[in-house]
């Protein structure tokens, strides 16, 4: 399976591709669009803030090339934020595949910002990425701006409710990082990989196979 | 609500895991990879590698190491020591590290973290703090890493925090060195005082020689993480049971692996 991992310029793109190779997926880190355009899987990952990475993808000639994809597409943190019509972070417009605005989660005495670490999510639709999946599994989350909850397959909670993982079509989301969530998030992901890794084996580091 | 973070923290030392009492008489813990392997599976929600020996030195942090822990990690990892540029940054975020810690450089340099945060991001930006006490006051401490060339920076501890939360720094780890290596709890006075200078995300580091040491800081000084070495590498504390007891406790945690 070929599966592009889309480069916005972000700093932690290696994580992304190392957790494929655990999968046994080798990955092409790319900017592309005629690869992109022609892989299995796509996957637009993500850190930093959202108006550098757009105009990262816009310079690279990738906004058009990502709307009009028709494969199964990831969206990893900020790559879910980018999936949106607008964001408050630099007030910027997205690639509006999904619609909705991306906001500043609140901050308060008790609530701090980021909202960095594991956290559970709720389910509201049974969606393929959660399959075989505990519904209290954790994930890993590291953000400060944060998509609306209303129409979310799963929501997360700091500060106010928020879309943990997002659907539209082909495109699908998460604001965790589930290359960073052990083996919940290694079974996230090869969920998304399906059907080609149906039996991949994301328990690997307690199986000795890494 | 995210849990709070129970975070070991492997010193390294040309390559291999290293300890010592009060940051002197460093031993062997064994090799960076193998340890790390082992906190994942225990259910650590973090690990931070500090290379002792980077700053002092002024050398940066070797890659390969970077490298390999990223192949095998499917948890955060942040590493620190010798970062003093945003090339350096960039390299080991590149490497595959999810977050940089700056404490020496940003204190010659406080611009740096600025710079850092611009660049990458806060999310990517932890600003590690060594604090004394001095009478009444809390004072820094820098090169902390070799005890020949310790510097005392003049600054305040709180209004360091302060202005490194200014600056745009994305986490701190305050390590509270009157506490450190002795086992006898965290600074829980101290953290509770730097827990009200800052909104951000707090580690505590520092102190810890038993599970009620965790407990206490987590209840008193309301931090998001406790961070500790030597109780972990000993195997004195095991990371599933700790977290078992304090989510008995009502800490919110995220539980460890049960396979």
Known sequence: MTVAVIDSGGANLASVVHALGRLGVEAILTRDADVIRQAERVILPGVGAAAPAMESLRSAGLTGVIRTLEQPVLGICLGLQLLFQSSAEGDVECLGIVPGQVTRLPSGPEIRLLHMGWNQLRWHTDDPLSRGLASDAWFYFVHGYAAPADRAVAVASHGRDFGAVVRKDNFVACQFHPEKSGGAGARLLANFLEPRASSAQPEILSGGAA | MVAVRIIPCLDVRDGRVVKGVRFRNHRDMGDIVELARLYRNAGADELVFYDITASPQRRSVAMDWIERLAEILDIPFCVAGGIRSVDTARAVLKAGADKISVNSPALERPGLIGELADAFGSQCVVVGIDSIRAGPRLRVRQYTGDPDNMVDPRRDTREWVRE????????????????????????????????????????????????????????????????????????????????????????????????
Do not use: Y
């Open chain 2, 164 to 259: 490194v939360t200014r600056l745009g720094a994305g986490e701190i780890v305050l390590n509270c060195m009157d506490a450190d290596g002795v086992r006898q709890g965290f600074d829980t006075g101290q953290l509770a005082g730097i827990r009200a200078e800052t909104g951000l995300p707090l580690i505590a580091s520092g102190g810890a020689g038993c599970r009620q040491h965790f407990l206490d800081v987590f209840r008193k000084a309301d931090v998001d993480g406790a961070l500790a070495a030597s109780v972990f590498h000993s195997g004195q504390i095991a990371i599933p049971e700790l977290k078992d007891w304090l989510d008995q406790q009502g800490i919110r945690v995220h539980p460890a692996r049960r396979d």
